[in-house]
């Protein structure tokens, strides 16, 4: 049949529109982005050394939804393969691996979030975190005032169960109880959801090989060091650090909630009320602890401002930005009331450090706090694939 | 080491992304271009950055005229992976030992004999240390994983690939002093009786000239350069698609060649592979090639196969598909399969063209269906049954076709079938200019030049005169470039 005759306008030779964009499945603009990226870097693969997430996306051909969400999960945004891509921008494949996961990672977060009504505060997470917090620091600061007399309130309270006669202990536990258990039911709600998207059975989470290979490499952020590469000595670098920072940022807050789990169990076991003195195990962890979560957010957010402007998504910079200050203020109050706990500030500093607290557990599944739990099941799931016995 | 880490992509981010373009300029004002270098080179990739690094580690001032911007910079290097080079023992990155002469052997049959002996043996035998070298100005390599290609155990990988090592030696070279002007097109060479005086320099819209003691020239070849390719293909030459950047275009090849520098290698030939049709012109890279020719039949415009596709074991004959789909009208041709083979290779960038029959493909092609459908019917028909096996050649052949596929032969009947449009993607030209083992260019009169000195692809036709193997361009461009660098300050300096 002469060309003239041809109805049709289909062209073989005409570039696909979106270059790389094969059998791409329906998704958000974010997910086709990365179902595009997956594509043309499946058909290079040079980046296989730098993490998990280029072995992960070779034992593919194709890539649905679930996948892509568990490649962008898994991609712990390091940048290397931003540097080292031939096809970055400007070249016209326009081949951004770290940004384009950035963006798919946040959705997931909100698509996981439980319950559904709260997936909202996602949309303008910093907004949403800063007015829950600065809600929970009033509500304590207000419930302070109307339980106690002012002279308890700006009194100074010294020795065991000085705490307590601002907020009964009973109290305290039940309301951080609740806030606890609603964390922690609420972010493995949204561990399930995950899960479940990504296609992996629950036995897996039974395993102890990939449970532990991904513990290791979670701990020691194994792939955010883009395949071992270290480099020269150059006077002209100026480094980030990220690794060190997010390690002082995740150890400090291990040390904290260490800190309140022996403090619970002197309480209950011992039946010694806080405070402790400065050389007990519960204030020496919290304090540590507390001086790695001033570090490590400070740093961390510094990182992001040197960072490569074409590597970052400032849609999501005010969910980052939430998370860090909410673990910062978190550290400060706690140790301005350390410091403080004598005097007569100590009562206002209290509502403050609880209140903030407060608005970081409530918070807690509903920001940047999730991309632990998603990251490492994501690290579960690839030590399975990759396991070899 | 944690913080060395981000010690090194935050020197990346700085090198690579100059959130201010002034700041270049600046600091290429500030270094003044017109005080006499010890050693120019001109080019920008692994065989430029090693004779730079070179040179001045023997003390030598160092420039560097980089055509590209800066993203494009290093030229063939920025699509390469790996290097050849000869070790005697396994490492952490290699497999097993891979002696001199079995890296002699691999070039004398890749290269049909065409290569010269003594400077093949001399850059084999520098090779080695190489492996070392390397590393030392900063290049990582990765040990062999899956996408490695069968080649663990012959070539080194580079982590993260050409674009990672470039960015390593150009940061090396940042940090010893080498000087880098980028988007400086050398636009002409003044040389007067084989000694390299000056070089004239479009930077920034001038003219400068450029005085240096020596030179070296490690500027890539001419594939870019449709003009120049059309002279040996005709209008052919328009319809191929160039898989590294638009700035190979041979423009100092050609400017020695007329100072009366001799030449090597048949300026005729190039490296040609097919390549996705809907490729870009330029810079397509890796992604672009196809993998499955043995999987199926090629066709061309008139839906007629014209070679066997089952010849030799992939890649081995990967190269010589370029050259067979110039050759037929158009420079077009379909790589046609069907269902059963689709994940047997590497996927590439574009999906393949689908149709559930052989007529609908031909239509969406716009290529006549009557002839496919009975190209495909007359291929079925003269299949022989065996035992498929893509690893080694196999006894899946036709019988009495005319060409036959010797091997992999396997009819196209399960739907839907596919086909890639392909067209003739050229990676280098084999023209360059001679050299004697320390790289020094060699006059047409057969005399050594006094000062100029070739490494990397503008000079690979010495030891590759012909044929390709993985990472050889590489080695070249490292083990020549080294010398070259070496050799130049010695030059410079004397």
Redesign the interface.
Known sequence: ?P?TE?T?V?D?????KK?????IPKGSDALTEVGRLM??C?????????CAVF?AM?AR?DFPDGDLNYLANLCHN????F?????SP????NVNVPKAMSRARAESYQAYAWPRIFSGLFARNGLAISVIAALSVAGFIAGFAAWNDPTILYGTHTGPGAFYKLMPHNAMVALFGAVFLYAILASIMGARLFWRDIGEPAVTLTQTNPLWQAMKDAGKLRY???????????E?????????YH?CTFYGFMLCLAATSVATLYHYLLGREAPYPWYDLPVVLGTIGGIGLLIGPVGLLRAKF?????MLDKDRFGMDVAFLAMLFFTSLTGLALLVLRETPAMGLLLALHLGVVFGLFFTMPYGKFVHGIYRYMALVRYAKESYRP | ??????????????A??D?NPEKERILGEMTDLNQKFDVLVIGGGNAALCAAISARLEGASVLVLERAKK?YRGGNT??T?NMRCAHDEATDTLTGPYPEDELFEDLLRVTEGETDEELARHMIHESKDMLNWIVEQ?V?F??P???TLGLGRTNS????????ML??LY??A??IGVTVQYEAEVTALDIQDGMFVSATARIDGKDLNIRAGALVAAAGGFESNIDWLEEYWGEAARNFLIRGTANNQGSVLKMLLDAGVQQIGDPTQCHAVAID??A?KY?G???TRLDCVVFGIVVNKHAKRFYDEGEDIWPKRYAIWGRLVAQQPDQ?AYIVFDHSVL?KF??????P?KADTITELA????I??TSLDETVADFNAAVIDGTFDHTVLDDCRTEGLDPPKTHWAQRLETPPFY?Y?VRPGITFTYLGTRVNKEARIQMADGKPAANMFAAGEIMSGNVLGKGYAAGIGMTIGSVFGRIAGREAAHNARN
């Open positions: 049949m060309a041809r049709e289909f073989p030779l005409a570039k696909p270059a790389g964009l094969g059998d594509t043309v499946n058909s290079c693969r040079y980046c296989e050394g730098l072995p070779i051909r390091c940048g290397a393969c540097y080292d891509c031939q096809f400007p070249h016209e494949f955010l060091d883009g395949g071992g590469a270290d480099c020269q000595a150059d002209n670098d100026t480094p980030d650090h990220r690794r060190f390690h040197v960072r490569d402007p074409d | 080491m944690i913080l060395a880490r981000y010690h090194c992509k935050l020197s990346a981010d700085t690579i992304k959130p993203f920025r699509h992976r900063g990582k990765q040990p994983l899956g996408g990988f580079f982590l993260g690939g050409g674009r990672a960015n390593a940061n090396t940042d940090r049709a809907r870009p810079d890279g890796i992604i077009i994940t590497m996927p590439s960038l574009f999906p063209i239509e969406k092609l716009q006549p269906a086909a449009p």
